[in-house]
């Protein structure tokens, strides 16, 4: 049995004190590690000690054991718990605290209930709507997540109580720190949104390149072998193609999906963590509820969604004995896209109502972080060092003095002094070279055309690591305009490769 921390007692203040203002639908943002079970226990305690009946609602059927085991563990007498569900061991109607899987509670009549709680409340059902109108109109309903900001939650609750964010717990050492790189770059251009959030079939036939899947099984043998990981992939296909290219370098690895039956779930937890298998690829099943053992992440599966990455990361956020980081291996550009983790949940303030229209989004308040030219390691912004491989980013001042007055960098000479540093583009032409199977000569061709001057004593630059979304975008600009005078006509859908190498 835990006893409730400090912050944990704060939270359940706050509760109480909304309740005593007579707001009965409220909802706890905790992020994950802070305890959110352990703290409905403790409401369910105290309910239970003046002689009233509760109602626990998850999100699956899966999370309704570890519910169980979670409210037994603190006290709680499975004699007072009854779980809403077809042949379960403790199904009790007349049991005063009653355990259910929403998809249950929809087919069943409403069990009497003096205070409501739903788990990973972000999860909306509509039967919601109807259930807070009607059956709990006047009854305390206090809904959990960690990302509490799917629209429609400030129309039916009317306060937000914010218990933790995740720089909190990882200061306070209860989660673990994080290191993210980026060492790919998809091309996410033209993929069209369907419900906020990319495609899944145009992402997945993306996302499923050779080359893009190749880096993601080099990178993380490189990376991140010996850590048991989590590969989060786009759809079945996707996922299959991963897990076949792991094992084709002898790595143990595992499969799962909504598809996959209760015994297998436990077989593939169980092999997790006996070493059995080293990393397991999934679908969509292993973002909430999720208390494993997590060294390293795989994000391969992109998203515009900050509920789904937020929840994504905290499956490796736990502690654990001997972990001192999760390792990030981000080939989604969720967080270049995104930011991190930790700026995300506190640039969410409030809760909003159907049809509200947010006046900026998040993403337009937080800084993103920078990646290192270097070696692809995300950094923080205005991070001039790079904490991994100490390389150091030279800031390009956009003004240059002359004698007697100050001179604005016109548009044409930013197009040949736009780059922080020659040596950097340099290394990236390099790459590119590489990558496209150009002969080297292509490099120093391309630096000349950019800075009037050939690359000299620059021998020892190696490739980069990536070739970055500027020089990317620059290098695709100057072959557009070879095309055009060759007199080619390019589809405008198609990106332009045609240059070849000198």
């Not at 739903?118 to 109109?137: A, N, R």
């Not at 390691?377 to 991070?383: E, H, N, R, S, T």
Request: contains cysteine; hydrophobic residues 35%; positive net charge.
């Amino acid at each position: 049995m835990r006893s409730l921390r400090p912050d944990q007692h704060e939270a359940l203040d706050s509760l109480r004190q909304a309740m005593c203002d007579n707001l009965k639908h409220v909802v706890m943002q905790a992020s994950t590690g802070f305890g959110k079970t352990l703290l409905a226990a403790e409401l369910v305690m105290r309910a239970r000690a003046k002689g009233k009946k509760a109602l626990f609602i998850v999100p699956a059927i899966s999370l309704v054991d570890q519910t169980v085991e979670m409210f037994t563990s603190q006290g709680i007498s499975e004699y007072d718990i009854g779980v809403l569900q077809a042949n379960h061991r403790q199904t009790d109607g007349l049991a005063p605290i009653q355990v259910a899987s929403v998809q249950t509670l929809m087919r069943r009549e409403m069990p009497p209930a003096d205070v409501v709680m739903i788990d990973e409340v972000h999860k909306w059902f509509d039967k919601y709507e109807t259930w807070l109108k009607m059956d709990w109109k006047d009854t305390p309903v206090i809904g959990l997540s960690a990302t509490p900001w799917r629209k429609g939650l400030g129309t039916y609750f009317s306060k937000l109580i914010r218990a933790s964010t995740t720089q909190d717990l990882i200061d306070k050492g209860l989660l673990s720190d994080f290191k993210v790189w980026a060492p790919s770059h998809p091309d996410l251009e033209d993929i069209r949104t369907v419900g906020g959030d990319y495609d899944e079939e145009q992402l997945s036939e993306r996302m499923s390149s050779t080359k893009l899947v190749a880096d993601i099984v080099e990178t993380w043998l490189e990376h991140g072998r010996g850590r048991p990981t989590l590969c989060f992939a786009v759809d079945r296909a996707h996922a299959e193609k991963l897990k076949q290219q792991f094992e084709a370098r002898g790595i143990k690895t595992a499969y799962q999906d909504a598809f996959t039956g209760d015994a297998r779930r436990a077989e593939i937890k169980a092999g997790f963590h006996d070493g059995t298998f080293e990393i397991v690829v999934n679908i969509g099943t292993l973002t909430t509820g999720v208390d494993w053992d997590v060294r390293c992440i795989i994000l391969a599966r992109p998203t515009k969604s900050e509920m789904l990455f937020v929840q994504i990361m905290g499956r490796g956020l736990r502690t654990a004995n001997g972990k001192d980081h999760l390792l990030v291996l981000d080939h989604s550009m969720n967080h270049l896209n995104l930011g991190f983790v930790t700026d995300i949940d506190v640039s969410h303030t409030e809760l909003y109502k159907c049809g509200e229209r947010k006046s900026n989004k998040v993403t337009d308040r937080i800084r993103m972080p920078k990646e290192c030219p270097s070696c692809a390691f995300l950094k923080p912004p205005k991070m001039a060092k790079c904490p991994m491989c100490g390389f150091v980013a030279v800031a390009h001042s956009k003004i240059e003095p002359t004698p007697g007055e100050l001179k604005e960098l016109k548009r044409k000479e930013k197009e040949a002094k736009d780059f922080v540093d020659p040596r950097v583009f340099y290394s990236e032409l390099l790459a590119y070279a590489s990558m496209k199977g150009y002969n080297p000569g292509w490099a120093a061709h391309k630096y000349q055309a950019k800075f009037g001057k050939w690359p000299n004593g620059m021998r020892d630059v190696a490739s980069a690591v990536a070739v970055s979304d500027k020089t990317e975008s620059w290098i695709r600009s100057q072959q557009i305009r070879w095309v055009k005078s060759k007199g080619y006509q390019q589809p405008r859908q198609h990106r332009v490769d045609m240059e070849p190498g000198p």
